[in-house]
């Protein structure tokens, strides 16, 4: 399911995963500005590819792997925060 | 999920959290520099450069059925999120033919939605079952 990652001196670094960006037939530049949108119950979750930590390893996790399978996915403001 | 990188996540868990969990942390701490993820979920905080506290309940075929979102302080329970997961898991068993009303509890009492229930609820299901003894 995850794969090992080979350690480098670059931060790994992951994201969405899903639909090719689309350019306009005009070829006029776009400004990009993602839009903060709460994602809705009932729809699926949006795809994303993330480096792990997991078990002593650096590993990294595709979303749509785990499908068939029950996910809680959690987030949190920062290591070593206090809550 | 947070905006740390996975050589944060490893020295959280070896110096603090294996502290309060045997062995660690027992599943992937992932890393989401930049927000990206979080930005894609609603959960991003823009200026703060941080997640809000999110958590997600994601059915097997992808399909997002719960999410909570909290400010910073105030952390999440984690009893709660299993009984949406048992809730869940029990509608999807059933096809959708039974409901859990506000209080269910894996033994407590589930709907039937149907024809003969319009109406009827009051019959069944009692305000003291939405709240814990």
Redesign the interface.
């Known amino acids: 399911m ?1 794969e090992k990652k080979q350690v480098g001196c670059a ?6 995963v899903g639909q090719p960006e689309k350019i306009p037939e005009d070829g006029t530049p776009q400004i990009l500005k ?1 839009v ?13 590819v ?6 002593g390893e ?2 990294s ?1 595709k ?2 792997d ?16 206090f ?1 | 999920m947070s905006v740390d990188s996975v050589f944060v996540h490893k020295m959280w868990n070896e110096n603090e959290l294996s502290k309060m969990v045997k062995g660690g942390v027992p599943y992937a701490m992932l890393s989401d520099g930049g927000g990206k993820v979080g930005t894609s979920l609603g959960v991003y905080n823009e200026d703060a450069g941080v997640e809000n506290r999110g958590r997600f309940i994601i059915d097997p075929d992808g399909i997002i059925q719960g999410y909570e979102v909290l400010t910073p302080p105030v952390g999440r329970n984690v009893s709660e999120t299993l009984r949406q997961i048992e809730a869940f898991q029990l509608v999807r068993k059933s096809k959708g033919t039974e409901a859990t009303p506000s209080g269910w509890k894996p033994g407590k009492m589930t709907l039937k939605p149907g024809p003969d229930l319009v109406g009827k609820v009051w019959e069944v299901w009692k305000t003291d079952i939405a709240v814990d003894d």
Do not use: I, N
Request: charged fraction near 15%; charge should be positive.
């Open positions: 995850a931060r790994p670094t992951g994201g969405p993602e903060q949108r709460m994602v809705q119950v009932g729809k699926p979750a949006p795809d994303f993330a480096p792990a930590y997991h078990k650096f590993t996790v979303l749509s785990y499908l068939g399978k029950w996910v809680v996915l959690c987030l949190y403001p920062g290591d070593f925060t809550v």
